[in-house]
């Protein structure tokens, strides 16, 4: 379950980033509009990933419902914590995208 | 003609919101605290000990206590003890008495013994409340269906008036006055949206056949009673036949149900007419076990000869709809960690009533804030707002310690629980009349954050059942509520340190020329 968190949290984390304002703000950097196509993406692709693991997880109606907690948690989390801590945040993505495909791949997970 | 729309719905969202808003946040947060309905009766009542759970042990003790106590009632019922909520209940109807005749106890799961344990209402307070109102029925259920009604109403109007929804999907501005109101307003109902949704619009689902009963009666008329009995399944209540005849035991009866679904946890057991030949024995599923709540599915055995007589799970679709929304509404289903974020996700449905409040008020004093004085109007807001937010907060924590404070043994105990409760809430609204704004926030604040953040330390003095205490056997359903009540001491400490001060100006805001443009934004957003 915490995978499904995980994956959750960095898709919207980086769908945030999609957006050239956040990632001037967050990166100090101008994106290119490749860039930000990219990344709008891969944020919708863990999205989905997401998704799939939680009704694999728990399948399609407690699934569904983990899924939507635990993605109204991990964006609330990380709207209200982007004025304050941005940098702990981008280390919260960070390991967000290490960890989640670890406890994917683990065989306990 | 799209703004005049936009504009309507701002409108009709800014009042609503403002008549409703009051009610609205009393009503989420009680709602709120039911999440951990058990885990509050389980603090208010201390004397109840928390025991390793065996349904079948405890059954064979409910059976010999009610054999003994009411061995000539209707019917009894037995509730069996859960993960959160140590006490085994069984109730009984005295023969020929009515609805009015019944009597409930509560016993030790592990030896049968009746717990004198306080008297009071516990969760079951605030969850009635929150849907009741502590009005006459059914008033009390009508005004709080109709403030859901307004709720969903708000969400909707709230998404059409939100001009940015997407672009400013990540966006919240601290430390600019009403623009961080607004951000914090928009962001916290976004985000959360699906959970907003799904609690006000199940809700209404909830009540629908006392809202919208007119395709009941247009077939059932007045008999609605029989509209329930086609859709549940009557209640086969089975004539006693005044023979008496030895029961089974209700341990047999239980592995028969658990043959007929491995690991099935039970909810309420009904007995029909025990000691007879034509006693009944009803095992409900216990309601977290899916996330559905399907009424009226179950299992019914002859108590004599332990015959399956009938098992019901109904299947139909607009009941699982319907049971779906109930279920999704109530989380009984939800284990700890889904649990705690519903409670989060309810306080987030508060905030959204609460911010609004503040920004009906906050944009209307920005008006008269040169002229010094304020119109009554803003000033009655102001004192509602007061009290109906800060106010509340007090009159919750006034249950908690008179749960610990009054006299165990004093007559009508738990009644003087519920009045602490209106009584702190009612001076609240004195207290914001006799204050001015600012002070009277800090100060109800700032008592909140003392009653909340003091509640463990008073457990703790009052019973043995303090953090010390809790922490080390593992009650966590105990330690939780100290824990949160310390939590939210701490937090509302922080909030009245921020009234206590002068307020922020919000006018940091260096160019002038950006400063105005961004104002007449604000003032086109916020309505």
């Not at chain 2, 109007?157 to 400013?168: A, L, N, Y």
């Not at chain 2, 329930?228 to 209540?237: M, S, V």
């Not at chain 2, 920005?366 to 807001?381: D, T």
């Given at each position: 379950?915490?995978?499904?968190?995980?994956?959750?949290?960095?898709?919207?984390?980086?769908?945030?980033?999609?957006?050239?304002?956040?990632?001037?703000?967050?990166?100090?950097?101008?994106?290119?509009?490749?860039?930000?196509?990219?990344?709008?993406?891969?944020?919708?692709?863990?999205?989905?990933?997401?998704?799939?693991?939680?009704?694999?997880h728990s399948g399609w109606a407690m699934g569904l419902v983990e899924l939507f907690a635990v993605l109204m948690a991990g964006v609330t989390f990380w709207v209200f914590l982007l004025p304050y801590k941005p940098r702990l945040l981008l280390g919260a993505l960070a390991i967000s995208l290490v960890l989640g495909p670890v406890l994917v791949v683990l065989p306990s997970a | 003609m799209k703004e005049g729309f936009r504009q309507a719905m701002a409108w009709l969202h800014t009042w609503t919101g403002l008549i409703f808003g009051w009610l609205l946040f009393a009503i989420f947060l009680t709602g709120t605290l039911s999440y951990f309905k058990e885990e509050i009766t389980h603090w208010a009542q201390p004397e109840v000990p928390t025991r390793a759970l065996d349904p079948a042990a405890s059954l064979a003790l409910a059976q010999t206590y009610l054999q003994e106590h009411a061995p000539n009632a209707g019917s009894w019922f037995i509730r069996l003890p859960e993960a959160r909520e140590p006490a085994l209940s069984v109730g009984w109807r005295a023969e020929g008495a009515g609805r009015r005749g019944f009597i409930d106890k509560t016993l030790d799961p592990a030896t049968g013994e009746e717990v004198q344990a306080r008297e009071t209402r516990g969760g079951d307070f605030f969850y009635r409340f929150h849907f009741q109102l502590e009005m006459p029925h059914p008033w009390g259920r009508w005004l709080s269906t109709f403030a859901a009604f307004i709720m969903l109403l708000g969400l909707v109007?709230?998404?059409?008036?939100?001009?940015?929804?997407?672009?400013?999907?990540?966006?919240?501005?601290?430390?600019?006055?009403?623009?961080?109101?607004?951000?914090?307003?928009?962001?916290?109902?976004?985000?959360?949206?699906?959970?907003?949704?799904?609690?006000?619009?199940?809700?209404?689902?909830?009540?629908?056949?006392?809202?919208?009963?007119?395709?009941?009666?247009?077939?059932?008329g007045d008999n609605t009673r029989g509209?329930?009995?086609?859709?549940?399944?009557?209640?086969?209540?089975?004539?006693?036949?005044?023979?008496?005849?030895?029961?089974?035991?209700?341990?047999?009866?239980?592995?028969?149900?658990?043959?007929?679904?491995?690991?099935?946890?039970?909810?309420?057991?009904?007995?029909?007419?025990?000691?007879?030949?034509?006693?009944?024995?009803?095992?409900?599923?216990?309601?977290?076990?899916?996330?559905?709540?399907?009424?009226?599915?179950g299992w019914t055995y002859d108590g004599v000869n332990g015959e399956?007589?009938?098992?019901?799970?109904?299947?139909?679709?607009?009941?699982l709809i319907s049971g779906g929304m109930y279920g999704l509404h109530m989380g009984v289903f939800a284990g700890p960690w889904l649990r705690w974020l519903y409670f989060f996700f309810g306080l987030a449905g508060t905030a959204v009533i609460g911010t609004g409040l503040v920004l009906w008020l906050g944009k209307r004093q920005?008006?008269?804030?040169?002229?010094?004085?304020?119109?009554?109007?803003?000033?009655?807001?102001e004192v509602l707002n007061i009290a109906s937010m800060?106010?509340?907060?007090?009159?919750?924590?006034?249950?908690?310690?008179?749960?610990?404070?009054?006299?165990?043994?004093?007559?009508?105990?738990?009644?003087?629980?519920?009045?602490?409760?209106?009584?702190?809430?009612?001076?609240?609204?004195?207290?914001?009349?006799?204050?001015?704004?600012?002070?009277?926030?800090?100060?109800?604040?700032?008592?909140?954050?003392?009653?909340?953040?003091?509640?463990?330390?008073?457990?703790?003095?009052?019973?043995?059942?303090?953090?010390?205490?809790?922490?080390?056997?593992?009650?966590?359903?105990?330690?939780?509520?100290?824990?949160?009540?310390?939590?939210?001491?701490?937090?509302?400490?922080w909030a009245a340190m921020k009234m206590w001060r002068p307020p922020v100006v919000a006018a940091k805001r260096a160019p002038k020329a950006a400063k105005a443009a961004s104002a007449n934004l604000i003032e086109s957003e916020v309505n």
């Open positions: 379950m915490l995978a499904v968190a995980l994956f959750g949290f960095a898709g919207f984390a980086i769908l945030c980033l999609s957006m050239e304002k956040h990632y001037k703000d967050l990166l100090s950097a101008a994106p290119s509009a490749a860039r930000l196509r990219s990344l709008r993406v891969g944020g919708w692709l863990l999205l989905l990933v997401a998704l799939w693991l939680a009704v694999r | 109007t709230g998404i059409i008036t939100h001009k940015k929804i997407f672009k400013e999907f990540f966006t919240f501005r601290p430390g600019k006055g009403q623009r961080s109101w607004l951000d914090g307003h928009n962001a916290i109902g976004v985000l959360v949206l699906p959970f907003h949704l799904m609690i006000s619009y199940s809700s209404l689902v909830i009540f629908m056949s006392m809202v919208m009963p007119a395709s009941i009666i247009a077939s059932y509209f329930f009995n086609d859709l549940f399944g009557a209640p086969r209540e089975v004539k006693a036949t005044g023979v008496a005849a030895p029961m089974l035991p209700l341990p047999t009866l239980y592995e028969k149900v658990q043959e007929q679904a491995p690991g099935t946890r039970l909810g309420w057991i009904e007995v029909q007419n025990p000691g007879d030949q034509n006693a009944r024995v009803r095992f409900t599923r216990h309601a977290g076990d899916r996330i559905a709540h399907m009424r009226g599915g399956l007589q009938g098992a019901s799970t109904i299947e139909a679709t607009p009941m920005l008006k008269h804030a040169k002229s010094g004085s304020q119109p009554g109007e803003l000033r009655l807001v800060s106010g509340l907060l007090l009159g919750v924590a006034a249950f908690f310690w008179a749960n610990r404070l009054l006299p165990v043994g004093l007559e009508g105990r738990a009644g003087w629980e519920v009045n602490s409760f209106f009584l702190l809430w009612g001076l609240s609204v004195l207290h914001a009349m006799l204050r001015p704004g600012r002070r009277a926030w800090a100060e109800q604040l700032g008592l909140a954050a003392l009653l909340w953040g003091t509640l463990p330390l008073l457990n703790q003095l009052t019973t043995g059942h303090g953090l010390v205490h809790s922490i080390a056997a593992g009650d966590w359903a105990m330690a939780g509520v100290d824990l949160t009540a310390l939590g939210s001491g701490l937090f509302l400490a």
